[in-house]
């Protein structure tokens, strides 16, 4: 069973993939009518009622393959054929070879005909359903004649629904579906193949909650990142990382060492030395953390690890040397909320496993945290459910992409998206980030060129620019 929202993430996956959503309501449509033909095929007269939404192009489909067969067809516009905005919808139109009626007409066409398509709505309806929608279904549902809904019946879950006798759904069962509601139910494969369901892309960007209009400062993120104990550009890759995606807030808590360096080196960060007695009082106040990337090695900073996973109660994202640390004491991570994120020889630094997708699963499973390990091909998990990530190239290798995409995935979390999700967009963001270097500059673009462009995939891909 999908909902609306599973639907448009690989809606937006296959378009990504493939260039184009077009083929898929082709095969919605040609669904519909195959459904017909092999099932009632006496029904000759057949009215097409359409809303604006996409089972009015699946409906559209459906009615020029059921002319093509000899079936006679009208369709009339609730809206208007205006109101169809998509380039499928109107695409949809242009090919459809049918009679069209003007909704005015309804009630005559309603006598004349012997099946009604439903293309009115689709999922995620809610709310009261109002004239002139209202008055529309009800005369429908009066008809008396066989009805057909596409995907869903119109209305589903709310006070207006049409009651259909049979519905053909797309890709798998919705929410609230059954025979009572919905007639005869027939599942059509439209051939979204699996890299739409199980490889991250633009329709993760879901997940993410535009910037409410009255946001006051720090409603969308404050980030602490413990790092840059030994290497001071680890933890400003991932500060500038965290910036381009649009976290309003990042706290940097460097060592005595690099305070005054970080201090100096930009005015977007707000610096405090770490103190493990004085520092808690911020560091609680995160929405997420950061911790481990060129912090070194010592028992200062493995010290400082503990200190973290034991004080604070929120997601924290473990990379680099914190992973390696983590190895001798990965009981730590149990009961927290933990994104880690190795590449090939971390994972055996902290699991003692070599990095395949069985030894990842049950890492992550025993101790309860989501694995993304870095690679051509990045691998996630939480314990029980794999996700890939494909994309980017072999400039990657460069120093400084794994602190940048640490301090990302650290940043969507802290927008309040759950660590798994958190682990596919950043991912995603990233690799997406490093195809635009590479069309740009090739080979020679530099760590800079990459953090910049995280806001173009933001704006290509984001459905809330």
């Not at 929410?175 to 139910?185: V, Y």
Request: aromatic share 8%; charged share 25%.
């Amino acid at each position: 069973m999908i909902d609306l929202f599973e639907t448009r993430r690989r809606e937006l996956n296959y378009k990504y993939l493939h260039g184009e959503i077009y083929s898929l309501m082709e095969r919605a449509g040609k669904g519909v009518a195959e459904f017909i033909e092999e099932n009632i095929p006496d029904r000759k007269r057949i009215l097409i009622v359409c809303g604006s939404g996409n089972n009015c192009g699946d409906s559209l489909v459906a009615g020029e393959e059921l002319r093509k067969a000899n079936h006679d067809l009208k369709a009339v516009f609730i809206k208007g054929k205006e109101s169809l905005h998509s380039e499928e919808n109107v695409r949809a139109l242009s090919n459809y070879r049918g009679e069209i009626d003007d909704i005015s007409k309804l009630d005559e066409d309603l006598r004349w005909c012997n099946l009604v398509i439903d293309g009115i709505f689709g999922t995620g309806v809610t709310g009261e359903i109002k004239d002139p929608y209202k008055k529309i279904m009800n005369n429908i549902n009066a008809s008396g004649k066989d009805i057909l809904s596409v995907d869903v019946p119109s209305g589903l879950g709310t006070g207006v629904q049409i009651k259909p006798q049979y519905t053909v759904t797309m890709m798998d069962l919705k929410p609230g579906m059954n025979e009572e509601n919905s007639g005869k139910i027939t599942v059509k494969d439209i051939g979204v193949d699996e890299k739409c369901i199980i490889y991250s892309g633009p329709g993760d960007l879901l997940y993410l909650n535009p910037p409410k209009p009255d946001s006051h400062k720090g409603m969308n993120g404050k980030i602490g990142i413990i790092a840059g104990w030994e290497y001071y550009g680890s933890a400003v890759i991932a500060a500038k990382a965290a910036l381009n995606f649009g976290v309003d807030l990042v706290f940097m808590f460097p060592n005595r060492q690099k305070t005054e360096l970080i201090s100096t080196y930009s005015p977007f960060y707000i610096v405090r030395e770490y103190d493990p007695e004085k520092s808690f009082e911020t560091i609680t106040k995160m929405d997420s953390l950061l911790i481990g990337p060129g912090m070194g090695k010592t028992d200062e900073t493995f010290n400082a690890i503990k200190a973290v996973l034991t004080k604070f109660k929120g997601p924290i994202v473990i990379d680099s040397d914190a992973i390696k640390l983590l190895g001798s004491q990965p009981d730590l991570l149990r009961g927290k909320k933990t994104i880690i994120t190795p590449h090939q020889q971390e994972f055996r630094d902290i699991s003692g496993f070599e990095p395949g997708e069985a030894n990842m699963k049950f890492f992550s499973s025993e101790y309860n945290t989501i694995t993304v390990l870095k690679g051509q091909v990045d691998v996630i998990t939480d314990g029980n459910s794999i996700w890939y990530t494909q994309g980017g190239n072999a400039r990657m290798t460069m120093g400084g992409t794994g602190d940048a995409l640490a301090g990302l995935i650290t940043a969507i979390v802290a927008h309040g998206v759950g660590l798994m999700e958190s682990a596919r967009i950043g991912t995603f963001i990233m690799k997406a980030a490093s195809d635009i270097s590479f069309k740009n500059k090739g080979y020679w673009y530099s760590l800079e060129d990459l953090l910049g462009a995280i806001p173009q995939v933001m704006m290509q891909h984001s459905t809330w620019k």
